[in-house]
Nanobody, 118 residues
Framework: VQLVESGGGLVQAGGSLRLSCAAS????????MGWYRQAPGKQRELVAK????????YADSVKGRFTISRDAAKNTVYYLQMNSLKPEDTAIYYC????????????WGQGTQVTVSS
């Protein structure tokens, strides 16, 4: 299983970015896909998650600004649309997949840096 993120970068406050996560090696059993972030000196935190049934949940800090979605044509590509970005959104963003293989396994991408300047 491999998760590859892309789409990070430097943006001014108020701007937008769209992150992509391409999953390979997964043929079935996806329970959820999620985006997490980790800022310097802070713990990794959940940003947004979508279940295989399409149920989404978001961190309070990003509700109304970020949207997680799944590519309609490619079940293994997920996006995080980030609007109205704030400097406090600056972090490394990681894609995560929870897969049912008898037990639940968690897989992580390598991360992509998002920097929001004020």
């Amino acid at each position: 299983v491999q998760l590859v993120e892309s789409g990070g970068g430097l943006v001014q406050a108020g701007g937008s970015l769209r992150l992509s996560c391409a999953a390979s090696g997964i043929f079935s059993g996806i329970l959820s896909m999620g985006w997490y972030r980790q800022a310097p000196g802070k713990q990794r935190e959940l940003v947004a998650k979508i279940t295989s049934g399409g149920i989404t949940n978001y961190a309070d800090s990003v509700k109304g600004r970020f949207t997680i979605s799944r590519d309609a044509a490619k079940n293994t590509v997920y996006y995080l649309q980030m609007n109205s970005l704030k400097p406090e959104d600056t972090a490394i963003y990681y894609c995560n997949s929870q897969i049912d293989r008898g037990a639940t396994f968690s897989y992580w991408g390598q991360g992509t840096q998002v920097t929001v300047s004020s």
